[in-house]
């Protein structure tokens, strides 16, 4: 693939695994408030928990693209109702901050990134609220974008745009590298980048979307793909 200068590279499940991550940040932090403010984990199971997240995100759906937002809300409902003030709702975020933070990352990713931060222009691009600097690699990326940033998440054009602005290249000098098939790959394209699909598992490519220019397992493969310009 030739002509690109600017990488924008997605984070969860495409630089490490989120799912078991989030889980553990999620007990952690439930464990955390069983502690220091028990009548909240007297009255709210972590399931209750999820439910009311929902309702939130229903209620500012003008906000759900802001993660930080969503739990700092949920988490100033649940301390009143549990006859709390919100003074807490920072140390709480912290807690659950360290922890969403304390990921592994895949072996190939550093190396990948070493190499490709000499020869591109790389931008993290994410819906997420991963701070890069507690994970040990925002010195791998020129800058970062996040949904919070843009006003809006991805598949939205906006995040995209707002990533191609600061990447410095054209939107076909810029590859979109990512695990999602729609809110990655088919949202790059439709907003006129250039896409790659990190397909860990050997999914199936949803035949409803048009393909991606690249698919590769992970990105450590990406390298040997891409010629220096």
């Known amino acids: 693939m030739n002509g690109i200068r600017t990488i924008t590279i997605d984070l969860d499940d495409t630089l490490w695994e989120i799912h078991p991550v989030i889980r553990r940040a999620e007990q952690r932090l439930y464990e955390w408030l069983g502690e220091n403010y028990p009548r909240i984990t007297e ?11 929902t309702q939130v995100i229903a209620e500012f759906g003008d906000r759900a693209h802001d993660l930080t937002f969503l739990r700092h809300t949920v988490l100033g409902r649940i301390g009143v109702a549990a006859g709390y003030s919100t003074d807490f709702i920072d140390d709480a975020f912290r807690v659950f901050d360290a922890a969403r933070n304390d990921v592994e990352l895949f072996p190939e990713v550093v190396p990948a990134l070493e190499v490709l931060g000499e020869r591109f222009r ?15 690699i925002r010195h791998l990326f020129h800058d970062v974008v996040t949904a919070a940033l843009a006003g809006a998440a991805k598949p939205a054009p ?4 707002m990533a191609v602005r600061v990447g410095g290249a054209s939107k076909n000098e810029t ?24 397909n860990r598992n050997e999914a199936a490519w949803p035949c409803e979307y048009p393909s991606p220019d690249l698919e590769i397992a992970h990105v450590g493969e990406l390298p040997a793909l891409l010629p220096a310009e």
């Open 158 to 161: 906006q995040v995209f745009e």
């Open 122 to 136: 790389l931008i993290a691009v994410t819906n997420g609220n991963a701070n890069l600097e507690t994970i040990g």
């Open 43 to 53: 009255m709210y199971q972590p399931e209750d928990l999820r439910e009311l997240r």
């Open 175 to 198: 590859l979109h590298i990512g695990d999602h098939p729609v809110y990655d790959v088919e949202g790059a394209r439709a907003a006129g980048l250039r896409t790659a699909w990190v």
